[in-house]
């Protein structure tokens, strides 16, 4: 990506924030997998969004003042005999070409400068990123940065970035939408590969390496995050990841996946015969599902609350679950479809959203819309998601290039 788009990030940042403030964000690093191995790294994504660097260790430290934000970065020092194990590091002078900043130190300035920075002024706020860490993990880097912030600067007013960060990132510029598309557009060739060569008898990891091939055949290097193939009863399990069951003749399988572009994320469910063809139970439960998609869809424009949409989609599939005969009163449709109709999908899949997801909607922003409606009873699960883009005059589905109706499914399985 352009540099232009980092230094607007934090340009954008710099009017949220007060002067005498501080922001202080950490690239983090590689997990811990076992023994001497290690998960791939993976940015903490506040600290991508503002410098478009994929390193660990590195360190973001942005001081407002009079009015003018200045940004130092801290990097880590070369040392060559690790380069030839782990491959090269980026180097003080390729930083500016990245995101603009001039300013680059090595990681062992960093406690002096810090010292320096916060012993200036009497009154400062240091605006970190407090991760919430998982039960029994290792707390986060910015996390024991705050402890020893804390003991070493009482005086420092110590506040977590999140809300100020987004409202900044729920609204995406020109160039992260472009990267969002790219990353559609990838997860829709896997799909799709995925309905070329599925056939009954097939297990449900093989029909997931057909969409990671596609995936990686076009630079893809993660993904949005573990790729969901459920086929029959696995369908009505939300968050089914096992993927080791036959996808049988007569089966339904739900396809809950997505590819990653530059940390931008797709987010597609789309769910299919196995054997190309509908039942005409299989029939009534999927367009069901796809009358409330496409009613939540057209609903999508600036100026509705988030919540509001959560409420009626939720209205509307209860209205469907009892033309389906599986509920005879709304109360009950928790039975069937028991999670929200979507979410904001950006930097990370479950995106940055305001405390309460209370968000009202403004162009620029891309929420999922995903009903669905799991009968167990039946081994029936249907999921259809889309990305859908806010525009100034109402909305843009990015995933419109992916099919959805019957009609279009099965002729696509039958001529594949």
């Known amino acids: 990506m352009n540099k232009e788009v980092f230094i607007l990030n934090r340009e954008r940042l710099r009017e949220k924030i007060k002067d005498d403030s501080v922001v202080i964000l950490f690239a983090g690093n590689a997990p811990k997998k076992t023994a001497d191995e290690q998960y791939r790294f993976t940015p903490n994504r506040n600290f991508y969004y503002l410098t478009g660097i994929d390193e660990e260790d590195h360190i973001l430290v942005l001081f407002k003042k009079k009015g003018e934000l200045t940004a130092k ?85 110590i506040k977590n970035i999140f809300p100020v960060m987004a409202p900044l990132r729920l609204v995406k510029s020109p160039d992260e939408v472009l990267e969002m598309q790219k990353a559609i557009d990838i997860t829709i060739k896997g799909v799709e590969s995925i309905m070329k060569n599925i056939k009954p008898g097939m297990k449900e990891y093989e029909l997931e390496a057909y969409f990671e091939f596609e995936c990686r055949r076009r630079g893809v290097r993660d993904y949005a995050f573990n790729t969901i193939a459920a086929a029959g009863k696995n369908a009505t399990i939300l968050h089914y990841v096992d993927n080791n069951s036959e996808a049988k003749d007569g089966d339904l399988i739900l396809f809950d996946l997505g590819a990653q572009v530059n940390y931008y994320n797709g987010d597609i469910s789309r769910t299919i015969p196995v054997n190309g063809k509908f039942t005409e139970r299989q029939k009534e439960v999927y367009e069901a599902v796809l009358r409330v998609n496409k009613r939540v869809i057209e609903y999508l424009k600036p100026g509705v609350k988030f919540l509001e949409i959560n409420k009626l989609s939720r ?86 290039n992916m099919i959805k109706s019957v009609k279009e499914i099965e002729e696509f399985m039958k001529n594949r």
Do not use: Q
Request: net charge negative.
């Open 73 to 157: 970065m801290f990097i880590k020092e070369t040392d060559e005999e690790k380069e030839r194990w782990y491959g090269k590091t980026i180097r003080k002078e390729e930083v500016y070409d990245i995101n603009g900043i001039k300013d680059v130190a090595y990681l062992g300035d960093f406690k002096a400068f810090l010292n320096k920075l916060l012993n200036e002024s009497e009154e400062l706020t240091v605006y970190v990123d407090l991760e919430r860490d998982g039960f029994n993990s290792t707390p986060s880097v910015s996390n024991e940065f705050c402890k020893e912030l804390r003991d070493k600067y009482p005086h420092v007013s």
């Open 315 to 400: 209205e509307w599939i209860a209205e469907e679950c009892i033309k389906l005969g599986v509920i005879k009163n709304k109360e009950e449709v928790s039975k069937y479809y028991w999670h929200s109709i979507g979410h904001s999908l950006g930097l990370d899949t479950h995106d940055i959203d305001n405390p309460g997801r209370d968000t009202v909607l403004e162009a620029g922003m891309i929420y999922t819309v995903e009903p669905g409606i799991y009968i167990e009873e039946e081994s029936i699960g249907v999921r259809i998601e889309d990305d859908v883009l806010i525009t100034a005059d109402g909305n843009e589905v990015l995933t419109r």
